[in-house]
């Protein structure tokens, strides 16, 4: 089973900042990361006037892009699917699952409070936080890694997220 490990924060905490290095950092050692970035407003993918989003604008449930290196799939949904259901039905081949968001699901957690004004933190160990990413005290009980630790927290999640998953 693919691991997942939700990257949450406030609105300009730095999620994103952090999953880009943290994808850089474990793909240069050979992983294979998969991203999900949790959007509660809904979303377009495509450009208007673009083929696909004609498509889908016409009424097609299901619309996919494909070229000989990259393939998109936009499809209706009744209802949010759940983490479980996006990693077991449409992702396959990775090591490690990193979504930005999530804040409520049941899956370990790193919290990122780099660049938000607050130094509070949304989660503690009741909401499976595993870790937290802040240049600031952090009073929680879980390992605190500064924005220049990044390297360490990617042995980090490569010991406990990666290699655990292969000596199962």
């Given at each position: 089973m693919?691991?997942?490990?939700?990257?949450?924060?406030?609105?300009?905490?730095?999620?994103?900042?952090?999953?880009?290095?943290?994808?850089?950092?474990?793909?240069?050692r050979?992983y294979?990361?998969?991203?999900?970035?949790?959007?509660?407003?809904?979303?377009?993918?495509d450009?208007?006037?673009?083929?696909?989003?004609r498509?889908?604008?016409?009424?097609?449930?299901?619309a996919?892009?494909?070229?000989?290196?990259?393939?998109?799939?936009?499809?209706?949904?009744?209802?949010?699917?759940?983490?479980?259901?996006?990693?077991?039905?449409?992702?396959?081949?990775?090591?490690?699952?990193?979504?930005?968001?999530?804040?409520?699901?049941?899956?370990?957690?790193?919290?990122?409070?780099?660049?938000?004004?607050?130094?509070?933190?949304?989660?503690?160990?009741?909401?499976?936080?595993?870790?937290?990413?802040?240049?600031?005290?952090?009073?929680?009980?879980?390992?605190?890694?500064?924005?220049?630790?990044?390297?360490?927290?990617?042995?980090?999640?490569?010991?406990?997220y990666?290699?655990?998953?292969?000596?199962?």
């Open positions: 693919i691991p997942i490990l939700s990257i949450v924060g406030k609105s300009d905490s730095g999620k994103t900042f952090l999953i880009e290095r943290l994808v850089a950092g474990l793909t240069s050979g294979r990361i998969a991203t999900i970035k949790h959007d509660v407003h809904g979303f377009e993918m450009r208007e006037g673009k083929d696909s989003f498509h889908k604008q016409a009424g097609a449930s299901t996919v892009i494909s070229s000989p290196n990259k393939i998109a799939l936009v499809c209706d949904v009744d209802e949010e699917e759940s983490l479980e259901t996006i990693r077991d039905t449409r992702i396959r081949d990775v090591d490690l699952i990193l979504t930005e968001g999530y804040k409520r699901a049941d899956f370990p957690k790193i919290e990122v409070s780099l660049f938000a004004g607050s130094d509070r933190l949304l989660c503690g160990e009741e909401h499976r936080l595993v870790a937290v990413v802040a240049n600031h005290e952090v009073t929680q009980d879980v390992p605190v890694f500064q924005e220049v630790d990044i390297p360490r927290l990617v042995d980090w999640i490569e010991e406990r990666i290699r655990d998953q292969d000596e199962q």
